[in-house]
């Protein structure tokens, strides 16, 4: 499932943007989470493995929080293409800076921006994330053997369909409902075979 992820410690604030986001986004196949505490959204999430956040829009000021402990560095371990949206009335230019050269937030917006400044900025960052991760997907596409036959099985309400990888590249190249689809289940793919990778690799380095 894909997710917009909002943390704010100010519940009417957060429930507020929630509804806003959620009337327009999940109509596009989002689903909008609020919480109000970012160990606590962290834990939620990590426990629900069906729910892909695409971005996190989070508070920068929270009491008692560290904000880039508890929140951004958690999400950037754990989902590394979720983009991320600070929001901030507080933080000095030099902590946004030190947050950006450390690669924890993707873009940023004064807390005194509208709802629609919100919703553009999200609308903004999940373009960004499509363009990073289309080189990735074609690449392994290209690199799958057999690339001409319809080796892969997407399956949805309607049914099955059967598609070759060459015509993968061809749907995320039109952007079409079908190549949007495909791009996150091809990703975690190659997250998973990266991993086992780097776990042989591992494996070989002990048995040495």
Known sequence: MKAII????????VAALETF????????????????????????LTARPDVEPHVLVIDYRMPDCDVAESAMMPFREQWRECKILLLTGQASLSEVGDLSRRGLIDDVLDKAGTPDD???KVR?????????????VEKWLRASPRRD?????????????RISAMDMVRELREGT????????????????TLEQASETADQIDDSE
Do not use: H, N, S, W
């Open 177 to 192: 409902k079908l190549g949007d689809r495909m791009l996150d289940a091809a990703m975690r793919i190659i997250e998973r």
């Open 124 to 136: 903004g960052l999940l373009r960004r994330r499509k363009t990073d991760l289309l080189p990735k």
């Open 149 to 161: 036959e319809p080796r892969f099985v997407l399956a949805d309400a309607e049914g099955e369909t």
């Open 6 to 13: 909002l943390i704010d410690d100010r519940l009417d604030e």
């Open 118 to 120: 919100v919703a553009a």
């Open 21 to 44: 986001l959620a009337d327009r986004l999940e109509p596009e196949g989002f689903e909008v989470l609020g919480y109000t505490d970012p160990v606590q959204a962290v834990k939620a």
